[in-house]
């Protein structure tokens, strides 16, 4: 089955989408070559170790809480709490508990 990505103009549920794939918890919404937003499923416990992204990015915690660390701390983010990051920056990300997260990436040349 092809991966649907919202169009223009198109609601998205973010509380609900991919939940008719129950094998796909994460999963890419919005795809155009200027910008990237998946809405990432992570269970309590999860970390996606340390990275970088050539582009600006928004990690916006939709549900649950995570610790986010970048340039040189640690934060909590609770449901409807954002932060932006400059390009390159290095951050990670743990799971205290289920969460979604909003994740947008906008690519730069």
């Given at each position: ?5 919202a ?7 973010l ?60 934060q909590?983010?609770a ?24 994740l ?6």
């Amino acid at each position: 089955m092809a991966t649907h990505h919202a169009k223009p103009n198109e609601i998205v549920d973010l509380a609900t989408w991919a939940d008719d794939m129950p094998v796909e918890k994460s999963k890419v919404i919005i795809r155009t070559s200027e910008l990237e937003l998946a809405r990432l499923v992570m269970s309590a416990g999860q970390e996606f170790r340390e990275h970088k992204v050539a582009g600006p990015i928004t990690v916006h915690c939709v549900k649950g809480e995570i610790d986010f660390s970048a340039m040189g701390s640690t934060q909590t983010l609770a449901a409807g709490q954002l932060l932006y990051l400059e390009p390159g920056q290095p951050h990670a990300l743990t799971a205290k508990v289920d969460s979604v997260i909003l994740l947008t990436i906008v690519f730069v040349d």
